[in-house]
T-cell receptor
Framework: SQQGEEDPQALSIQEGENATMNCSYK?????LQWYRQNSGRGLVHLIL?????REKHSGRLRVTLDTSKKSSSLLITASRAADTASYFC???????????FGEGTQLTVNP | GAVVSQHPSWVICKSGTSVKIECRSL??????MFWYRQFPKQSLMLMAT?????????EQGVEKDKFLINHASLTLSTLTVTSAHPEDSSFYIC????????????FGPGTRLTVL
C-alpha cells in the first residue's frame, strides 16, 4: 500500500523560481529517497536522506527530513524548463530496501 | 556504473497471450530485484520482490500465477504476464539493488505493455 502522500499534486512555475514539494509518511523509516520521472520513462534517483539526517544538498536540490512530523520536502532552486517531470518520494521501511512510493508531484516549469 | 536495462521497451499483444519482460543489471550483481507497475498518471506500485535463486515474494493483491517472476541469475530477472488482458496494460518497471553498496535501487527504463 502507498504510505507516501505528496503535495501539491501538480505545481506550475516560471523558470528561475524555486519549487518546493512535500511528502508525508506514516511509519518509521530507514531512509527516504526522491526520484524524478520524465513522462513515459524510468525513474532517476535524485537524493537519499537517512533517518538520522535532517538536511541534504545536491546541486540545486535541497532535501529536508523531519522524522517527528514524518515529513520531507524537496526544494529545487532556480528551476529550469528541463526540470519539468514528476517527482516521487519513496520510503524504505525495512533493511531489505523495499520502497513505498508516494503519489508524486507533477512539476511544470514554464520557460 | 549501476545500469539496469529492460527488454522490450514496449510491446503490444493480443488478449490471452503471454508476454515476457526481461530486467538485467548490466554492470553489477543484483541479489534483489523488484517489479513495479505504474498506471497512467499514478505512482509506482510494488508487485513483487525477487531474490536470486528463490521464489519471489508477491505483494497483497498481486496474482502469482498471473505474473510469473524468475530470478535465475544475479543479473537477470524476468516477469511473464500470462493470459494478458486489456486491464494488464501498464508500464512495468524493474529495479535492482547492489546490496553491498547500501540502500539505493537502480531502476530500469520501463516496459510499456499494451494488450489489445
Amino acid at each position: 500500500s502507498q504510505q507516501g502522500e505528496e503535495d501539491p499534486q501538480a505545481l506550475s512555475i516560471q523558470e528561475g523560481e524555486n519549487a518546493t514539494m512535500n511528502c508525508s509518511y506514516k511509519t518509521s523509516i530507514n531512509n527516504l529517497q526522491w526520484y524524478r520521472q520524465n513522462s513515459g520513462r524510468g525513474l532517476v534517483h535524485l537524493i537519499l536522506i537517512r533517518s538520522n539526517e535532517r538536511e541534504k544538498h545536491s546541486g540545486r536540490l535541497r532535501v529536508t527530513l523531519d522524522t517527528s512530523k514524518k515529513s520531507s520536502s524537496l526544494l529545487i532552486t532556480a528551476s529550469r524548463a528541463a526540470d519539468t517531470a514528476s517527482y516521487f518520494c519513496a520510503t524504505d521501511e525495512t533493511s531489505g530496501s523495499r520502497l513505498t512510493f508516494g503519489e508524486g508531484t507533477q512539476l511544470t516549469v514554464n520557460p | 556504473g549501476a545500469v539496469v536495462s529492460q527488454h522490450p521497451s514496449w510491446v503490444i499483444c493480443k488478449s490471452g497471450t503471454s508476454v515476457k519482460i526481461e530486467c538485467r543489471s548490466l554492470d553489477f550483481q543484483a541479489t534483489t530485484m523488484f517489479w513495479y507497475r505504474q498506471f497512467p498518471k499514478q505512482s509506482l506500485m510494488l508487485m513483487a520482490t525477487s531474490n536470486e535463486g528463490s521464489k519471489a515474494t508477491y505483494e497483497q493483491g498481486v496474482e502469482k500465477d498471473k505474473f510469473l517472476i524468475n530470478h535465475a541469475s544475479l543479473t537477470l530477472s524476468t516477469l511473464t504476464v500470462t493470459s494478458a488482458h486489456p486491464e494488464d496494460s501498464s508500464f512495468y518497471i524493474c529495479s535492482a539493488t547492489r546490496t553491498s553498496w547500501g540502500d539505493e535501487q537502480f531502476f530500469g527504463p520501463g516496459t510499456r505493455l499494451t494488450v489489445l
